[in-house]
């Protein structure tokens, strides 16, 4: 197994592909907060970090997006809240920032390591 394929990093790239899934979810539901009858989706953010830990390959993400349940519909029947999902947008940033610094260290072994062999 190479270097840049161990599974730390492939579980990296998959914790950032979710990320990555779950701001653009997030931001949909933002954009959609005036939508009559929309309903606020999410993404099984654990279940897809679990099943990539189990070794499963499956990267498609789009059995994960579900419906947010438990949240206050308006009369139009949307139930968007901003509040929320502007916290969640401040919380995977934190998670996306907090991959990359890891990676970045990742990468930095790597390169020292390539450093240490030169003459």
């Known amino acids: ?3 840049l394929n161990t599974t730390q990093l492939v ?3 998959r914790y950032l592909d979710g990320t990555s899934m779950r701001q653009t979810l997030v931001s949909t539901n933002v954009a959609n907060v005036d939508t009559p009858g929309y309903q606020t989706r999410d993404v ?3 279940g897809q970090l679990q099943r990539a830990l189990s070794g499963d390959d499956n990267d498609e993400l789009v059995p994960f997006v579900m419906p947010v349940r438990g949240l206050i519909s308006r009369p139009d029947g949307n139930n968007v809240s901003v509040d929320r999902e502007s916290l969640l947008l ?9 991959a990359i610094s890891i990676l970045r260290a990742k990468f930095a072994q790597l390169s020292t ?6 003459p």
């Open 1 to 3: 197994m190479s270097f």
């Open 11 to 13: 579980l990296l790239e």
């Open 44 to 46: 099984d953010f654990r």
């Open 90 to 98: 401040a919380e995977i940033q934190l998670q996306y920032k907090a």
């Open 113 to 118: 390591a390539i450093k240490e062999g030169q």
